[in-house]
């Protein structure tokens, strides 16, 4: 089986964000530099999708790459093997369509 057909398809942004800021021991009012918390709140319960802007910004108020968010949105457990395989489907991505 291809590791495309292993990776969700469908990003859930509101888990991850929920899930690392909660892994750093943010609070929702620890985001208030960031956004706001009405913005917060309909972001972690799926009722709105940030736009890129707002996933900088975010992943700056929490010290961490904008594509970590990316990742662990379509990484439901954070583990290490489902990351690896995204990225490596990333990178066979980037393989197939880069200059040869």
Request: glycine fraction near 4%; hydrophobic fraction near 40%; charge should be positive.
């Amino acid at each position: 089986m291809s590791s495309r057909k292993r990776v969700r398809p469908q990003a859930d942004f509101g888990r991850a964000l929920q899930q690392l800021r909660a892994a750093r021991g943010l609070v929702q009012e620890d985001m208030l530099l960031a956004t706001s918390r009405r913005h917060i709140s309909r972001i972690e319960q799926g009722h709105q999708v940030p736009s890129l802007r707002t996933v900088e910004v975010l992943a700056q108020h929490m010290q961490i790459h904008p594509l970590t968010l990316v990742v662990a949105a379509y990484c439901p457990d954070l583990d290490e093997a489902s990351v690896i395989e995204l990225l490596n489907t990333v990178k066979a991505d980037f393989k197939s369509i880069g200059p040869n």
